[in-house]
């Protein structure tokens, strides 16, 4: 059950970073808590818009909010962030393992190629009496 509550989490978290305004949002909190009021004077949109894409963030735990006063603060969550930076990053090895050995196929058949094509270039063809490249 873990596992998939974790895949979950890894769900919510790519879609959260999936937008352009979250994105923005997750980094300015992560250098400084912010309020939720402040977040919403830094863009072209109503509080609500705003308070939407923080509950995206939160959702996914890539944000904390706390209440002081009136206000909502919110701050950066980096544990989820690394979390899913090291899913990332296992990703990464997996392809980067597939190109390599992509790389070590067509080393090899690149060179039995050259091998073959040494051999089979220059025969001679009894059809037209003459000696030269096969097609």
């Known amino acids: 059950m873990l596992f998939y509550n974790r895949m979950v989490v890894d769900d919510l978290v790519f879609h959260a970073l999936s937008d352009g305004t979250r994105r923005d949002i997750l980094a300015a909190v992560l ?9 919403a004077r830094r863009y072209p949109m109503s509080f609500a818009a705003v308070q939407k894409h923080v509950a995206v963030l939160e959702r996914a ?10 206000e909502q603060l919110v701050t950066g969550d980096i544990d989820t962030l690394r979390r899913s930076f090291d899913l990332l990053t296992q990703f990464e090895t997996i392809w980067r393992q597939r190109l390599d050995r992509f790389g070590e196929v067509l080393a090899d058949t690149i060179t039995h190629d050259d091998t073959t094509h040494d051999d089979t270039t ?7 009496g003459r000696t030269g490249a096969t097609r």
């Open 31 to 39: 250098e400084r808590e912010q309020s939720v009021s402040e977040l």
């Open 61 to 70: 735990r890539l944000v904390r909010k706390r209440k002081a006063g009136r």
């Open 122 to 128: 220059h025969r001679h063809d009894t059809r037209h």
